[in-house]
């Protein structure tokens, strides 16, 4: 069983890895290429923003299969001999805490390379390294608290039930609805949100919504400059704690009816039921991986080493749902793009269509989102259509040509570090 799971999962991580060979050279490719709705300079700094990115995450997925190899075959015995406590529900937390323990400290070089190299290279990180530690110590205090519990009851489930799988989906689905309805407490911790001023913009949004039949608890206006530049605005919470969220840079940028015409979008997912939709998904996911890997044979864990016990299914329940993820990822992408595009033309009748198109064109220069990507990337990543395609659903032609004082522009990037930002006389 356990040679299944690796052949697996080398699958799963060959085919990430290819993904992103494809997306490299497709996007090296056609930045050389006439520039599309952006200015030549922004175009290409677009294309190695996400070139960057790409390379970055085959490394990491590299390191993710090593990590992997590392567990099944010697890291569970591992630290399994390192938690010897009395007590089956704390054993199974304090084994719980030292997996995701090792798989952060694996994983932090990577979140700092691509926060404070890449993101601060192409202009978008605002965090200080004193930011960044007092957000990771809020974060693990928040684990430490609440992960600690979550563990706690799925162990217990597991102890005491033949179906634990079951009653364990039943936890952790009703967990993450109400993580939703939390959503705003816990970002607050890291964010700060003030209420929208008075004013035109407050009271067209106020009748924005009234049109859509949303009530919320508020519009806030969230301090996402002091960490980044880029542009965002959304519906957060579910029942009584919706409330309106504008990023301070997205009113920075966009007019009073691009942000209407941004906001009416968000209203399409709304109106639609967008957000129980994918509720659904997640609990179908969910639901599939404790049926699956609650059926796992104890001989799998005889191969690794260790006793099939709460913590360990639970820990190994986490280090494959990635794989099962990626299985269904195609799928709950198409859902989510066929979503957005129902959201666009909501947008475009609440807010004006060219409005939406000039808000769309401003998103993707501000946040150096490069317009084209390799097919398979979007068949299997992409939760939004490509920028191409919305804008010629809306009616706009993208064959547009820029001035030679456009074309002029062409900002330049450090070259240090494991990648060449700017490649273009490769």
Do not use: C
Request: charged share 20%; no cysteine.
């Amino acid at each position: 069983m356990l040679e299944i799971i690796i052949i697996f999962y080398s699958l799963y991580t060959f085919m990430r890895l290819y993904i992103s060979v494809m997306q490299i050279g497709y996007i090296n490719q056609e930045k050389r290429k006439d520039p599309v709705l952006m200015a030549a300079g922004k175009y290409m700094v677009a294309a190695n923003y996400a070139v960057a990115k790409e390379k970055l995450a085959m490394i990491e997925h590299f390191v993710d299969y090593l990590i992997f190899i590392w567990w099944v075959f010697a890291g569970f015995a591992w630290l399994g001999s390192l938690v010897q406590v009395e007590g089956s529900i704390m054993q199974a937390v304090l084994f719980l805490f030292g997996f995701v323990t090792v798989n952060y400290i694996v994983g932090l070089p990577f979140q700092l390379y691509q926060t404070f190299k890449i993101d601060e290279a192409f202009g978008f990180n605002k965090m200080t390294l004193k930011m960044f530690i007092l957000d990771a110590l809020k974060a693990a205090a928040l684990f430490v608290v609440l992960g600690g519990a979550v563990f706690a009851l799925l162990s217990w489930i597991i102890s005491q039930y033949e179906m634990w799988w079951l009653w364990g989906f039943v936890l952790m689905f009703a967990i993450a609805v109400m993580a939703n309805v939390l959503a705003p407490f816990f970002m607050s911790l890291f964010n700060k949100f003030s209420p929208l001023e008075e004013g035109e913009l407050k009271d067209a949004i106020i009748t924005l919504m009234k049109q859509a039949g949303l009530k919320s608890d508020g519009i806030f206006v969230m301090d996402a400059s002091k960490r980044d530049s880029r542009l965002n605005a959304f519906f957060g919470g579910l029942g009584k704690s919706k409330r309106v969220v504008l990023f301070d840079t997205l009113i920075e940028k966009l007019n009073k009816k691009e942000l209407l015409a941004v906001l009416g979008h968000e209203l399409g997912h709304f109106s639609h039921g967008d957000i129980w939709k994918n509720i659904t998904l997640m609990g179908l996911l969910l639901f599939i991986a404790f049926y699956l890997f609650g059926h796992l044979p104890d001989a799998l864990f005889t191969q690794m080493g260790v006793v099939p016990e709460a913590g360990v299914k639970i820990a190994m329940l986490m280090l494959l749902l990635p794989l099962l993820s990626f299985v269904f990822t195609p799928f709950m992408s198409y859902v989510s793009r066929h979503n957005e595009y129902a959201a666009d033309k909501f947008g475009s009748k609440m807010g004006g269509k060219e409005n939406l198109v000039s808000a769309l064109l401003k998103l993707i220069t501000e946040n150096k989102a490069f317009p084209k990507s390799h097919p398979l990337v979007i068949f299997f990543y992409h939760t939004h259509p490509p920028v191409l395609e919305r804008l010629k659903e809306l009616g706009y032609d993208a064959t547009t040509t820029t001035t030679e004082e456009e074309k002029a522009a062409e900002p330049t990037l450090p070259s240090d570090g494991i990648f060449t930002y700017m490649d273009e006389k490769r």
